[in-house]
């Protein structure tokens, strides 16, 4: 529990940066790949692949044919639909499994929300005590369960 709190203590500090003015969107297309270790101040949506660790401020969305596969994914909140093979995922806010999601790893997550069919390997658990969020919400705010559709 002391690793878990110290853990988001030193990641909300390294993310008080000041904020983009306009909500800024990486986008890993289909086909395209990523090896290493990567870091997004904005929005990042993967339907490709990423090796490596990934660590997002903001909403880290897994499209239907994205994967990541590697020891540690961070963000504040993520959408998960494809793969993701991680050690370790760290979500400050909330995290959504849709149905064609599969998700492996050790997950800690301020908030989860699984949808019916979705394959999930590894361990849950939520810690809202510990996730008292500082910075404002991210852009667009938290998606809820009804909004998932798209």
């Known amino acids: 529990m002391k690793y878990v709190a110290k853990f988001m203590s030193r ?6 940066r000041s904020k983009p003015a306009k909500p800024k969107i990486t986008t890993l297309a289909a086909g395209d790949e990523a090896h290493g270790d990567i870091y997004a101040s904005g ?9 490596g660790q ?3 401020y903001s909403r880290l969305e897994i499209g ?3 994967l990541i596969e590697g020891p540690e994914a961070k963000a504040g909140d993520m959408v998960v ?6 050690d370790q995922i760290m979500i400050v806010n909330s ?3 849709t149905s064609t999601a599969y998700l492996e790893g050790q997950v800690i997550a301020g908030s989860i929300y699984m949808e019916a069919g979705c394959t ?3 361990s849950m658990r939520t810690i809202t005590s510990t996730m008292n ?10 998606l809820s369960p009804p909004e998932m559709e798209s």
Do not use: A, M
């Open 95 to 97: 995290l959504i499994v």
């Open 133 to 142: 969020n500082p910075y404002p919400p991210v852009v667009g705010g938290l």
């Open 120 to 122: 999930v390997r590894g």
């Open 54 to 56: 990934v660590d997002v």
């Open 64 to 66: 239907e044919s994205g």
């Open 11 to 16: 990641f909300r500090q390294q993310h008080r």
């Open 81 to 86: 639909r494809g793969t993701v093979k991680v």
């Open 43 to 51: 929005d990042l949506r993967v339907d490709g692949i990423i090796c």
